[in-house]
Each structure stands twice: as C-alpha cells, then as structure tokens.
C-alpha cells in the first residue's frame, strides 16, 4: 500500500484521485438526497416513510444477498469468483450501517404499519392474538437485533478475508469457513424474520411461509445485479481489467439468469399456491393489487421478472456479451425496485401506484450512504483478495 | 495410382478410411492435431475414451446444432401443452370443477412445463443419435487393430481418406512425424 | 489448477486429489472387472444378499397381487385419513430419487467434479425409486390396467377427458416426465461406457449385447461435440424438472385448504427434504457398495464428506422449512392453524413428530464435525435415521393433517394393515434387488467421465507425485 509511486495493475490498489473523485460524488449524492429526505418528511411525513421503506428494503436485501453468498464461496472453496470476491465483501460490510438506516423504520412506525393502532387490533381476533409479537419495543428491538447479529458476523469474516491479504496463509480461510456455516442460517432464518417484520406486517391479517424467500432471492438477484455493473464500471475505468475476464462476466450472467429463474419458481409458488386455495384471509394480500393501477404492475410482473431477463439470457452468447448483462443487471434492479415498492404501497395508494420524488430521494440516500461504506472499503483494502491460495486459479479461470 | 485416387475413380475394390494414429496421452494428441491441421489437413477427426480438452479447436471440430433443434422442440412442448389444456378444459369438454375458470394460465403452469421438458429431452437424445449417424454396427474405423483401446486409453487421430490432400503413404508420414506411436492405414 | 497447488502445497488439504489410479486403463480395469467376472464366480454374499432382496420382492408381488384381488379395503385408508401409507410411500420414494439427479445434474452444471464418481448409481438409484414410487397411486387406482386413463389419450370407452384444474394431472405429468428423462439421461451417460464394455468383452454373447446397447459409439472427437451439448442440455433441464417434480408433489397437499396442508414454503421444502433423504439414501447404498465392491480408490473419503455436507446443507433447510411452518402457523393468528401444528407436536401423533424432528434435524447436526463427518459407522448410522426421520415426515404431514381436521365429530385415528407394511417393505425389496442387479451388471462408475477428472488431476498433481497405493 505504501508503494506510492508504483501504480501497476498488479499491486490492486485503487488510484487515491479516483477514490477520492468517488468518494466526493457518492457524498455529494448523499448529502444532497439526506437534505431531500428531510424537507420531505416535514412536507409530507406519511409519504417518507413508505418511499423509504422501499429504499431501505432494496439496500438492506441486497447486503443480505452479499452476506450470504460470501458465506457460500467460504464454505465452497469456490475459486472461479475469488477475483471478484472483495467487492462482494465491500458489498456485504455495508451491513452494519443498517443500524443507521434502520432509525427512520423506527420513527415512522406509527405511520407505516397498521399493527400499531390499537383500534385495529382491537377489531380483528387474529391481531389480538398475535399483539405480543406485533408490538413497537419488540419490533424495534428484534431489528436491532437482526443487524446486530448479521453486523458481528460480516465484521468477523471481512476481518479474515483482509488479513489474509497480508498474512496470506490458508488460515483464514479455514476460520472465515467457521464463520460461514452458522452464517448462512442467519443470513436465511434471520433474513425471513426480518422480511416478515418490515414487509409482511405492512398487512398484518396477511401470513404466506414462502415470503421470506421470494425477498432474499430478490434481494440475492439485486446483489450479482450490482455486482456485474460494479465489475463493469471498473473495467470500464481500467480498473482491474485482467483480473475479471470475459469467463467471469459470463459465470455472472449465468448467476443473474438462475436468480431469474429461481426467484420466479417461489414467486409463483406463492401465487399459484394462494391462488389455488382461494382462502379469504391470504387472497386479500393479491386481490390488493389486482385492483386500480395496481393491476397493470402486477400483470407486467411476469414479463418483467421472468420472460424478458430469462429469455433474453437463456443463450450462451448472451451470457458472454458484456452489453446484455449490463443491460439485464439494469433491468433486474429496476424491477427489485418496482416489485417492492409493489409489496408495500398498496397498503398506503389503495387504488393505484402514484409515483412521488421522495421515492427518488428516498432510493438516493440510503444508495449513496451504502455506496460511501462500500466505497471507502477500497482505499483501506486491496480490491482483489491478493491473500487468497486460489486467486492465481480464479485468474486464469475457463468455462469448460 | 495410390488407392486414394483409385477410390476417387470408383475402381478397386479397398475402400481406404483414412490413416490412423496412436497416442497415449491426451495433451500429446491435441499438440499433434493442432500440428496435422497446421499441415493443411480438414478431414480429421480423433477417437478418444472421453472428451479430450481443447481437441475441438485443434482439429476443428464444428460447433454442435443441437442447442437449436432443442429449442424448437422446447417451443412446440409449450405449444402443445397450451393447446391441450386449453382445448380439453375449455372447447371439448367444459365442466366447472371447485369453482375455477375453464382456462387459466395459473394451473397450465405445471403440465406446460412437464411438457416443455419432456419434448426437450427427446430432442436433445434422438437428436443428438441423429447427427451423429448413430446407431450403426459397422464403421470402417473398427479395421484398426487397435481401435478397441480408443475406449481405454488410446487416443487415435485420423486423417480420413476424403481429405483433398490425403495420399496413404504421406499422410502416414506425416502422422508419424507429429509423434505418433503407431501409424496404420486403414481398409474397411 | 496446476499453477495454484504448485504455489501453495497448503490447498492439496483443501482439494485433495479425488481418483486414485495409476493410469487411464488402471481406471478401466478397477471399474470394468467387477461387471466383467465371470458371474459363476460372484461372491457368495452377493447371491446370499440377492435372494433376501429377491425374496422380499415376492413379497411385494404377492401384497399386491392381494391387493387387486380384494380391492383398496385392505390398506387401511379410510375416512378421515383417505391418503396414508401408499402416498407416504410414493412421496418418499419420488424423493430418494431426486438426489440422484441432483448428483448427475445439478453438481455437473456447478462443475463439481466429485460427482463422476457416484453420478452413475445416483442416476440408477433415481430410476429405481421412481418405478417403486409409481406403484403406489398406480395401484391406488384400484384398476391399474385401467392406468392409461390417466394420460390424455382420446379414449371412446368413456369419453372424458382429465381435469387439468387437479393437481393429481399434474404428477401424472411431472412423474411420468421425470422417468422419462432420467432415463434418457442414465442411457445417454452410459453409451460410451458401454463401448468399453463392448471393445473388452471375450464372449460372443457380451460382444453382441453391448455392441447393440452401445449404439456404435466410437468415440469420434465430433460425436463427442454433440454428446456433451446433449449431455449439457439434458442436465440443463434437469436440474428444474428435478425442482419442478417434488414442487408438484408439494402441490397436491398445498392447493388444499387443510391446515398443515395449505402453505406456501411447500414447494422448495418438499424439494430440499428430498434431496436430503436422496442424498442419505445414495450414502448408505455406497458404503455398502464401495465395502462389497472394494471401490475405495474411486469413491474415496472426499466423496463421502462432500455428501455428508450436502446432507447437513439439506436437513438444515428442513429444519427452516419446521419452523417457518410452525411460527407462521402461530403468526396467522388463526385457530386452526395453530391446532394443526400444535396437535402435530403433542397431538396422538406425538411420537411420529418427534421421530421426524430427532432424525430430520437433530441428527445431521453431528456432521458439523469432521471426526464424525468422515466416521464411516457414523454416517452409515445417520445416514439410515435421515431416511427414517424423512419418511415419518411425510407420514407426519399426511396422517396428522388428515385425522383432526375442522369438525371434531369427524376426527379419526388411522392406523396401517398389515398389508399395508408388507407393500412398503415389498418396494425396499424391490429397489435394493434393482439396485443390485445394476451394480453386479452394469458399470457402477462413469469410466468416461472419471477419466475426464484423472486426466485433469494428472495435469494438476504432477509434482506431488500423488498415485495409486
């Protein structure tokens, strides 16, 4: 790192003036929508709050995605991805500022989730006899809980992953291993209870098993979205062009298409299972967003969830096309985008989505705030695990 | 008059397949594939106890068509499930079952898919059997004293007879100097 | 590969090398020999094993046989508990299957190369389970040379056509699909070990039975091409058909409105049990082949952790799948629901659900240790509970949801003849004679295959001089 005046490819150590021309554009970014963010609350509180929602469930997933995929490649011993594998965990240590993030859910409780009116709960036997567990201290107090937990397990597994990249021994991999196995149960139980807390309860009579994965695969799919474009972009800049080749993008591509692919089969599972059984009380939830403007987003969610990304990435060339999967990580997080602010709006636009700039600014905080942890990680680290036994293996890597 | 030309004349009575030769290890098989194609040579081909890597590009091997013809097959599964369910449920015999509509793209989901998979894999099995030009019983390649090792662990690379630069006696050389062990020119 | 061990002897811990033989024709014999022996010359604790199987099989035959003679009141399925033991064992069955086609395809698509060498019995093993699945609704019709009804056949004896709405059309479908292409599959990876067979075979009769089951596979680099595009395409819709199967299967109980039957999660947790009870069955038959067979070298330790991994992977997704159920069934705030999970757990059914949980959650835990993940008495043992602790699950999930359902006046308690015992016991036969008929006769490991991983670990190991004994 102290070699200042050796700026070669190989040392994958990001350029101080672009990190900082970055790091000025993300906080700029940052301050401008933060400052948006609070003329906005005081305009029109309500409205915030549910914007925000989305935008807190679109980073906080995509963190979620991170976490357990890096777990993964731990547990694997996954060597094609190890080139990539730091700005995943650049991604993933954007965790702990959910802590931050997670204070606006806080304050805006009341107006976010009917649970907390005690007229409503009094009015419905189901939300009686659940009243222990939809209750402000005990929400607030599991989703400090979540991040606490998911924070102590990504600092701990970063902190392996970075030392590696000095003590370069095969140690740490063995210990981040260690980490990992319990991990991915925290990722996936953790991050159900999480998304049946902070989106399920927005319809508090509303209960569906299979919720919590249709958000982690979502959220999973968002993150290999990002992913692609952040590799994109560097290559673009020049950055770390020999160390994610033609083979990586096209492994990235074949990701993004089987996140397609399974977030489709739960998805649908929900649907069709709902659908199908036709009971009252879980019909609601659709019968929602059947109705207004609602319905044009939901008949387009199949087309823009599954039939244009799956198909257009079902080839081989479009897998290897560095355009297409541009495009398709574009698309796939414009439609993250739409289909949560799909699960949460209706509960406040009855008859249709009504599009509003605080979405924008909403979506552009907690972008900009994760995107300033994530950035900075690049000046402290190298920007390939330059530790790891298998990067020369990952270099060199082939799709046979 | 070399068979070769012989053949080419329609006279004689030996059909030449080409001219084999043996290697024992896959890497030494690809270097000398690379090196007879570098000599000019397109009609080769290699016999080998598994997919050998990178031995496509050496002798050029084409891309295989099946993607396509699955694909078609996978169209026409979809098709025909729809039209299935669609026809039964709706045209030919309507009968209002637990209240659901006569047609719905929620339940056609399952056996579109079942279908869709079902007539993929038979294009992807038949399909692949007819390109190759299998089954047969025969193949002149069979000849070759050692053509029972191809699925062992000799990796055999011919130069078939069909080759425009193909003339036995030079082309055996030609593969006994990009290392083959044994060379035979092979009748069948 | 090559360059990375090279560098840092440290990974050959973490990737050992997988195949133990001297060359590529040492792979042949190791392989070929034991379909090769004379079959005069079978050990005795071959034909000994034989005929307890074979025996058992008459009994399935004979319970059957029985069956159609007196019609369905011999299994004790009655109201409430309309579906019990045939579709417990049908659903159990269905799922054993499925590890072998995540075996053959997933991990092929994942480009993990342990798989070469279990792939081959996993696919057979499929195909065995999914014949002693179809028994059951098969004979469940009542009139199962009446059978064909089931598929969209334009018949004049009754013309109707099936209910598309049902999810039963749907299994008809998904299970007659899933047969078809494993075994298109199995044949497809077995072709050019057939030629093997076929350019090594002495007798007259060998040469001609593989040579016509071979096809004329030659090994032509261009019919290689197309093969493993097939090969790829075929493993590409696998791997969702394999989802798509046990979805399905999931979808019969979950399109219902019974508590306990209706929920969401049953689609992926119908398909994580079975790749978990697959994976668990795949395990106890290669310990005891790889014992009987002497396969050491080829299905070595690394083998066996990995499955052991999966295996802990899959019954922690389980244990996901418990409890999720069990909380949103709480969460729902709904009276019935909360009984069916609460009767499930303390109900008459008890001791049903705490085999279930004992097995299915509980015990694979062990494998988080390697002294136990690489014990093989451990995971001989445990391998023999998951399968145990995944039957009482579908067991758990029908009979209980079934017995106890909105009016207490209706309630029952379903208990199984003892034709319906010696029908399930039947089929264990059945698939173990299959199973053993496969091994002695048929080349148990993808010789092809394997020596595409030899040829790759040759290139890799050269330095550690890693080779046979």
């Not at chain 1, 009015?123 to 607030?140: C, G, M, Q, T, V």
């Not at chain 1, 902070?198 to 919590?212: E, N």
């Not at chain 3, 209910?163 to 599959?185: E, G, H, K, Q």
């Amino acid at each position: 790192m102290s070699d200042h005046h050796a700026i070669h490819a190989e040392t994958y150590q990001m350029e101080a003036a672009r990190w900082q021309a970055g790091r000025n554009t993300l906080a700029f970014v940052a301050l401008a929508s933060i400052l948006a963010c609070l003329a906005g609350y005081f305009l029109d509180a309500p409205r915030f709050f549910h914007s925000y929602l989305v935008a807190f469930a679109f980073t906080t997933f995509i963190g979620i995605g991170a976490f357990f995929f890096v777990m993964v490649q731990f547990l694997t011993g996954s060597a094609w991805s190890v080139t990539m594998r730091r700005i995943m965990e650049n991604i993933m240590i954007t965790i702990p500022v959910g802590l931050i993030l997670f204070i606006p859910i806080v304050l805006g409780i009341k107006e976010i989730y009917p649970w907390t009116n005690p007229e409503v709960v009094a009015a419905s036997e189901s939300l009686r006899a659940k009243s222990a567990y939809l209750s402000e201290n005990f929400f607030i107090l599991r989703g400090v809980i979540y991040f606490a937990l998911w924070s102590l397990w990504a600092v701990a597994i970063y902190r392996q992953s970075t030392k590696q990249d000095t003590e370069k021994s095969i140690q740490q991999m063995h210990v981040a291993s260690r980490w990992s196995a319990p991990g991915l149960f925290l990722a996936v139980v953790v991050g159900s209870l999480a998304s049946f807390d902070w989106l399920m309860s927005l319809m508090p009579t509303w209960y569906s098993t299979i919720f919590g994965l249709v958000t982690l695969a979502g959220g999973s799919l968002s993150f290999f979205s990002i992913v692609t474009l952040v590799c994109l972009g560097f290559r673009r800049a020049g950055i770390l062009k020999d160390a994610i080749t033609d083979e990586h993008y096209h492994d990235l591509g074949k990701w993004l298409f089987a996140l397609t692919a399974f977030y489709t089969y739960v998805a649908f599972s929900q649907y069709m299972l709902i659908w199908y059984a036709n009971i009252p009380e879980e019909t609601e939830w659709y019968r929602h967003r059947m109705e207004g403007g609602w319905f044009a987003i939901s008949i387009a969610m199949p087309f823009l969830r599954f039939l244009i990304p799956f198909f257009v990435l079902l080839c081989r060339a479009a897998k290897r096309s560095k355009t297409i999967i541009a495009l398709i990580a574009v698309w796939s997080l414009v439609v993250e985008y739409i289909d949560l602010y799909w699960v949460v709006m209706p509960t406040y636009y009855k008859d249709g989505p009504q599009f509003h700039w605080l979405d924008l600014a909403t979506l552009a905080a907690t972008v900009s705030i994760c995107g300033l942890v994530f950035w900075s990680r690049f000046q402290k680290h190298k920007m390939v695990p330059v530790g790891d036994l298998r990067l020369e293996q990952s270099l060199h890597f082939e799709n046979a | 008059m070399t068979p070769a030309q012989m053949d080419k004349l329609g006279i004689g009575d030996d059909k030449v397949y080409g001219v084999i030769g043996e290697f024992s290890d896959p890497h030494d098989l690809v270097a000398a594939g690379r090196k007879i194609r570098g000599m000019g040579y397109t009609k080769l081909d290699a016999m080998t106890p598994f997919p050998v890597h990178g031995i496509d590009d050496a002798i050029g091997v084409p891309a295989s068509k099946l993607g396509w013809i699955v694909v078609c097959f996978t169209i026409l599964g979809i098709l025909t499930a729809q039209g299935l369910i669609y026809w039964v449920g709706a045209v030919n015999y309507p009968l209002v079952i637990g209240g659901k509509p006569l047609y719905d793209v929620s339940y056609s989901i399952p056996v579109t898919f079942e279908l869709a998979v079902l007539f993929s894999a038979f294009a992807a099995f038949l399909g692949m059997w007819a390109i190759n030009g299998l089954p047969r019983l025969y193949h002149p390649s069979m000849v070759y004293k050692n053509s029972h090792r191809a699925s062992d662990d000799r990796f055999l690379l011919v130069i078939e007879a069909d080759d425009p630069m193909f003339e036995p006696a030079k082309s055996a050389d030609h593969m006994r100097t990009v290392g083959a062990a044994e060379v035979e020119v092979v009748e069948g | 590969m090559s360059e990375a061990v090279r560098q840092h002897p440290a990974l050959m811990e973490v990737n050992p090398p997988l195949i133990r033989a001297k060359d590529y024709h040492d792979l042949t014999e190791q392989i070929s020999e034991i379909t090769e022996g004379d079959v005069f010359k079978t050990p005795l604790k071959y034909w000994i094993t034989l005929a307890i199987t074979g025996s058992i099989t008459v009994l399935l035959g004979g319970m059957l046989t029985f069956l159609v003679w007196n019609g369905i009141g011999v299994w004790g399925n009655n109201r409430p508990v309309g579906w019990a033991w045939d579709i417990t064992n049908f659903v159990f069955w269905i799922g054993i299957g499925h590890a072998g086609t995540l075996i053959s395809a997933i991990l092929f698509l994942f480009r993990q190369k342990w798989r070469t060498s279990i792939n081959r019995s996993a696919e057979a093993m499929t195909l065995f389970a999914v014949m002693c699945a179809g028994i059951f609704p098969l004979f469940h019709t009542g009139r199962p040379w009446r059978a064909y009804w089931l598929f969209p056949i334009p018949n004049t004896d009754l013309n109707i056509w099936q209910n598309f709405r049902s999810p039963l059309i749907w299994d008809v479908f998904a299970v007659s699909t899933y047969f078809t292409v494993s075994l298109l599959f199995w044949f497809t990876g077995l072709v050019p070990d057939l030629a093997t067979l076929r350019d090594r075979a002495v007798t007259r009769t060998k040469q001609v039975v593989f040579g016509l089951l071979s096809l004329g596979w030659r090994g032509s680099a261009r019919h290689w091409r197309n093969y493993e595009m097939s090969y790829l395409i075929l493993a590409a819709i696998s791997t969702p058909l394999v989802l798509s199967v046990h979805s399905i299967v999931s979808f019969d109980f979950a399109t219902s409105v019974i508590p306990g039957w209706h929920t969401t999660i049953f689609p992926p947790y119908f398909v994580a049990g079975a790749i978990f009870s697959g994976f668990a069955c795949v395990m106890t038959l290669l310990i005891i082949a790889r014992w009987a067979l002497n396969l050491n070298n080829i299905i070595t330790m690394k083998h066996l952790e990995n499955m052991n991994k999966i295996i802990l992977v899959t019954g922690s997704v389980v244990g996901y799948a418990y409890a999720t159920e069990f909380f949103i069934a709480w969460y729902s705030g709904n009276t019935y629901e909360r009984y069916a999970f609460l009767n499930r757990a303390l109900g008459p059914y008890w001791w049903a659900y705490w085999t279930m949980v004992t097995c299915n959650v509980i015990s694979p835990q062990f494998f988080w240790f390697k002294k136990l993940r690489t014990s093989i008495p451990v995971m001989f043992v445990l391998s023999i509970t998951t399968n145990i602790g995944m039957w009482f699950e579908r067991f758990v999930i029908i009979v209980t949801s079934l017995h106890r359902d909105f009016l207490p006046s209706s309630w029952g308690y379903f208990k199984p003849t003892w034709v319906d015992i010696c029908t399930f016991i039947g089929t264990i036969g059945l698939f173990l004679t299959l199973f053993l008929l496969f091994a002695r006769f048929l080349p148990m490991i993808a010789i092809s295959e394997v020596k595409g991983v030899l040829s790759y670990e040759k290139g890799a190991f050269k330095d550690q001089e890693v080779v046979a004994k």
